[in-house]
């Protein structure tokens, strides 16, 4: 198994010296944003991070190995590269047979990082079920690893492209507790609210972090999802954001478009619509999700 992964001289350096650590996924850089935004973002979120005390691993599949930490270089690599794998749990042998490069999705990062013992992880928005998904099946995988991956995902709830309410029951029906900081309602990542209420609320990280350690102490297997609203100020407007997406969908359709394809069609489209607004608002909720990812990640680390 060893052989597979590569820690970077950070990564490596936190591991002896008993520093917590917070994994981030590369999906977000080579498919979530567009260049240069994507790598000066991966790098203010790694700051964000080590303010907070933690350290960064940002991961990645490069040169048949899975890379625990990226370095600078590797990081404006994957942020210019056109030639990167999206990388789900199926993807993984593959790409690291052929030696091809890949970027983690939310699923293949919890893999990834449960292999390396890093149990937070923090990103944007989880994948979930689909609009429609009860005649596509057309569920991400994301909501399969949250059931069976010992790793908290801090994130600021599912898109909104997304049947949340199917999410949501989903969710229930695999025993994935969702946490909201300081929240009682799911936010849907552009908003701060929804319809949907979550499991149970938490208005301190340390006490997020008790509870990931006697779900793990228990043996209760799968992850459990911390959704942290975007700030007020970087939310966008819930009429707008509804009738962007709609219009997206209805475009989605049109073309044909689905499975792994469909979100970045999505987001790419929403973008589009929203005249960039939506992009803002997507580096703000990360850099918001780093800030809370890396307290809970040095509280967990006392525990």
Known sequence: MKSYIVLSEEVKAAKEQGKPIVALESTIISHGMPYPQNVK????????IREKGAVPATIAILDGKIKIGLSDEELEMFGKSTDVA???????????????????????????????????????????????????????????????????VICAGAKSILDLGL?????????????????????????????????????????????????????????????????EEYAMDETLITNVIEKALEEAGEQHISGKDSTPFLLAKVKELTGGKSLETNIELVKNNARLGAEIAVSFNEK
């Open 41 to 48: 973002t991966a790098r203010e979120v790694e700051d964000i």
């Open 86 to 152: 999206k990388a789900s749990r199926r993807d993984i042998p593959y790409l690291l047979a052929t030696k091809k490069k890949g970027a983690t999705t939310v699923a293949a990062t919890m893999i990834c990082a449960d292999l390396a013992d890093i149990r937070i992880f923090v990103t944007g928005g989880i994948g979930g079920v689909h609009r429609g998904a009860e005649t596509t099946m057309d569920i991400s995988a994301d909501l399969e690893e949250l059931a069976n991956t010992n790793v908290a």
């Open 167 to 231: 999410t949501m029951e989903y969710l229930e029906t695999k025993g994935v507790p969702v946490i909201g900081y300081q929240t009682d309602r799911l936010p849907a990542f552009y908003t701060r609210t929804s319809e949907h209420p979550v499991n149970f609320r938490s208005d301190q990280a340390n006490e997020i972090a008790a509870t990931l350690k006697t779900k793990w102490d228990l043996k209760l297997k799968g992850g459990v999802v911390v959704a942290n609203p975007i700030p």
